[in-house]
Protein backbone atom coordinates (compact mmCIF):
# COMPACT_ATOMS: atom_id res chain seq x y z
CA UNK A 1 0.00 0.00 0.00
CA UNK A 2 1.05 3.24 -0.78
CA UNK A 3 -0.02 6.73 1.24
CA UNK A 4 0.10 10.24 -1.28
CA UNK A 5 0.27 13.53 0.67
CA UNK A 6 0.34 16.46 -1.97
CA UNK A 7 1.64 20.13 -1.30
CA UNK A 8 2.11 23.32 -3.42
CA UNK A 9 -1.24 24.74 -3.71
CA UNK A 10 -2.47 28.26 -2.90
CA UNK A 11 -3.79 31.42 -3.62
CA UNK A 12 -1.99 32.61 -6.77
CA UNK A 13 -3.39 35.51 -9.66
CA UNK A 14 -3.86 34.47 -12.93
CA UNK A 15 -0.78 33.88 -15.19
CA UNK A 16 1.49 32.81 -11.75
CA UNK A 17 2.92 29.74 -12.03
CA UNK A 18 2.42 26.69 -8.91
CA UNK A 19 4.25 23.78 -8.45
CA UNK A 20 2.53 20.68 -6.51
CA UNK A 21 4.12 17.80 -5.59
CA UNK A 22 2.57 14.52 -4.56
CA UNK A 23 5.28 12.42 -1.95
CA UNK A 24 4.68 8.94 -1.62
CA UNK A 25 5.51 6.37 1.36
CA UNK A 26 5.07 2.89 1.85
CA UNK A 27 5.93 1.68 -1.27
CA UNK A 28 8.46 2.68 -3.96
CA UNK A 29 6.66 5.17 -6.55
CA UNK A 30 8.30 3.65 -9.35
CA UNK A 31 5.94 0.92 -9.15
CA UNK A 32 2.93 3.03 -10.29
CA UNK A 33 1.12 4.92 -12.89
CA UNK A 34 0.38 8.45 -10.94
CA UNK A 35 -2.23 11.06 -12.31
CA UNK A 36 -3.14 14.23 -11.47
CA UNK A 37 -7.06 14.99 -11.35
CA UNK A 38 -8.84 17.94 -9.68
CA UNK A 39 -12.32 18.49 -8.43
CA UNK A 40 -14.08 22.21 -8.15
CA UNK A 41 -17.12 22.96 -5.88
CA UNK A 42 -20.29 20.86 -7.03
CA UNK A 43 -18.45 19.30 -10.16
CA UNK A 44 -17.13 15.86 -10.47
CA UNK A 45 -13.47 14.96 -10.55
CA UNK A 46 -11.45 15.67 -13.65
CA UNK A 47 -8.69 13.90 -15.13
CA UNK A 48 -5.44 16.70 -15.32
CA UNK A 49 -2.46 14.40 -16.39
CA UNK A 50 -1.02 11.06 -15.65
CA UNK A 51 2.66 9.66 -16.08
CA UNK A 52 2.93 5.65 -16.73
CA UNK A 53 5.81 3.97 -14.86
CA UNK A 54 8.15 4.29 -18.22
CA UNK A 55 7.56 8.13 -18.81
CA UNK A 56 4.77 8.48 -21.07
CA UNK A 57 2.38 11.25 -20.47
CA UNK A 58 -0.80 12.09 -21.34
CA UNK A 59 -2.94 15.45 -20.66
CA UNK A 60 -6.66 16.57 -20.40
CA UNK A 61 -7.00 19.16 -23.43
CA UNK A 62 -7.67 21.94 -21.34
CA UNK A 63 -3.93 21.78 -19.93
CA UNK A 64 -1.98 20.35 -22.43
CA UNK A 65 0.95 23.02 -22.78
CA UNK A 66 0.46 24.85 -19.86
CA UNK A 67 0.80 22.28 -17.41
CA UNK A 68 3.84 19.31 -17.47
CA UNK A 69 4.13 15.95 -14.76
CA UNK A 70 6.83 14.85 -14.41
CA UNK A 71 8.46 11.97 -11.62
CA UNK A 72 11.53 11.70 -9.38
CA UNK A 73 11.64 8.15 -8.62
CA UNK A 74 14.48 8.81 -6.64
CA UNK A 75 12.09 11.35 -4.51
CA UNK A 76 9.32 9.34 -4.71
CA UNK A 77 7.59 12.24 -5.62
CA UNK A 78 5.34 13.59 -8.50
CA UNK A 79 5.28 16.84 -9.70
CA UNK A 80 2.52 18.96 -11.82
CA UNK A 81 4.17 22.11 -12.61
CA UNK A 82 1.39 25.16 -13.58
CA UNK A 83 2.15 27.63 -16.13
CA UNK A 84 0.14 30.45 -16.60
CA UNK A 85 -2.79 29.74 -14.39
CA UNK A 86 -6.21 30.47 -15.13
CA UNK A 87 -9.56 31.72 -12.50
CA UNK A 88 -11.28 28.37 -14.15
CA UNK A 89 -8.24 26.27 -12.53
CA UNK A 90 -9.63 26.72 -9.52
CA UNK A 91 -10.13 23.19 -7.72
CA UNK A 92 -8.94 20.63 -4.85
CA UNK A 93 -5.74 18.93 -7.04
CA UNK A 94 -5.68 15.54 -5.97
CA UNK A 95 -2.76 12.67 -6.77
CA UNK A 96 -3.17 9.37 -7.60
CA UNK A 97 -1.41 6.25 -7.86
CA UNK A 98 -2.11 2.79 -9.88
CA UNK A 99 -0.34 -1.11 -10.18
CA UNK A 100 -0.44 -0.41 -13.61
CA UNK A 101 1.92 -0.29 -16.48
CA UNK A 102 -0.82 1.45 -19.12
CA UNK A 103 -1.95 5.23 -18.61
CA UNK A 104 -4.99 5.37 -17.00
CA UNK A 105 -6.93 8.62 -17.25
CA UNK A 106 -10.05 7.99 -15.58
CA UNK A 107 -10.51 8.27 -11.65
CA UNK A 108 -11.99 4.48 -10.97
CA UNK A 109 -8.99 3.32 -12.20
CA UNK A 110 -6.67 4.48 -9.60
CA UNK A 111 -6.54 2.63 -6.30
CA UNK A 112 -4.36 5.51 -4.03
CA UNK A 113 -5.37 9.02 -3.53
CA UNK A 114 -4.00 11.86 -1.43
CA UNK A 115 -5.95 14.21 0.72
CA UNK A 116 -6.03 17.11 -2.08
CA UNK A 117 -4.09 20.70 -2.07
CA UNK A 118 -5.90 23.77 -3.14
CA UNK A 119 -5.27 25.86 -5.54
CA UNK A 120 -7.07 29.37 -5.99
CA UNK A 121 -6.40 31.50 -8.53
CA UNK A 122 -7.79 34.62 -9.02
CA UNK A 123 -8.48 37.27 -11.76
Known amino acids: QVQLVESGGGLVQAGSSLRLSCAAS????????MGWFRQAPGQERLFVAA???????AYADSVKGQFAISRDNAKNTVYLQMNSLKPEDTAVYYCAADLTIGLPTTPAKYDYWGQGTQVTVSS
Open 26 to 33: GRTLSSYA
Open 51 to 57: ISRSGGT
